[in-house]
């Protein structure tokens, strides 16, 4: 059974930081590209970066030079770090890996608000 399990969603203020993290099973890891989209209310779903098994990563140009993604192989986790956060990121936020087949996980909210 696969599963991608997020964690690390709060409020935070504007200028502030968070750490998402993504926890897979039953998948073979390295075989996925990684990926987080976000989707706000009344808003489609939309990538905020991804990952390959290689590393190369690729971002949305809302989020580049203040996210950055990563994955740890070991651990089969993918991260997504969140600087200098803005009321405008403010979305759940969904992990994606895909190779033959595309999974999600259920998904962590980000409030950035004063």
């Known amino acids: 059974q696969v599963q991608l399990v997020e964690s690390g969603g709060g409020l935070v203020q504007p200028g502030g930081s968070l750490r998402l993290s993504c926890a897979a099973s039953?998948?073979?890891?390295?075989?996925?590209?990684m990926g987080w989209y976000r989707q706000a209310p009344g808003k489609q779903r939309e990538l905020v970066a991804g990952i390959s098994s290689g590393g190369s990563t690729n971002y949305a140009d809302s989020v580049k030079g203040r996210f950055t993604i990563s994955r740890d192989s070991a651990k089969k986790a993918v991260y997504l770090q969140m600087n200098s956060l803005k009321p405008e990121d403010t979305a759940v936020y969904y992990c994606n890996a895909r190779f033959t087949r595309t999974y999600w996980g259920q998904g962590t909210q980000v409030t950035v608000s004063s």
């Open positions: 039953g998948i073979i890891f390295s075989n996925y590209v």
